[in-house]
């Protein structure tokens, strides 16, 4: 009778173990998926918004997606890339640039083209994700 005792207390103390580490597995491998799954849905939806927010601008007017000149550089592919502005200046075209030629547009004009556009007083998250929906684009 010891023997099966012994056998029993084994048994729930090895089956509760498994379970315990199962549900560690699973819940941890579960948040991963969720946390995974959530970035690229907000990331998604940054994008979409930062279209929609160009797009409610009049942004389009000037700046085309698909590489087509038009009044203002084309957004596609811009991001990261070196620009030569109406001063010799030469400069990249990071977050922190495209920023600024929303906020401040004729701080910096590019060569080549007017210094027309007009600023835009948008709130950071706004801002955000137009710069994100433009560095989507290369």
């Not at 315990?20 to 998926?33: A, D, H, P, R, V």
Request: proline share 3%.
């Amino acid at each position: 009778m010891k023997i099966d005792e012994l056998d029993m207390e084994n048994f729930v103390t090895l089956t509760l173990g498994a379970m315990y580490l199962f549900l560690l597995f699973c819940f941890g491998f579960s948040k991963q998926i969720l946390l995974a799954n959530s970035t690229d849905d907000n990331k998604g939806k940054d994008l979409l918004a930062g279209k929609v927010i160009s797009q409610s601008l009049g942004c389009m007017a000037c700046h085309s997606l698909d590489g087509s000149e038009g009044v203002g550089p084309s957004w596609k592919g811009i991001a990261g890339t070196t620009r030569e502005l109406d001063s010799g200046e030469k400069i990249v075209a990071d977050h922190f640039y495209l920023e600024e030629s929303i906020i401040q547009p004729n701080s910096k004009v590019l060569l080549n083209y007017p210094a027309i556009m007009p600023s835009y007083d948008l709130m950071h998250r706004e801002l955000d994700e137009i710069v994100e929906f433009i560095e989507s684009l290369n």
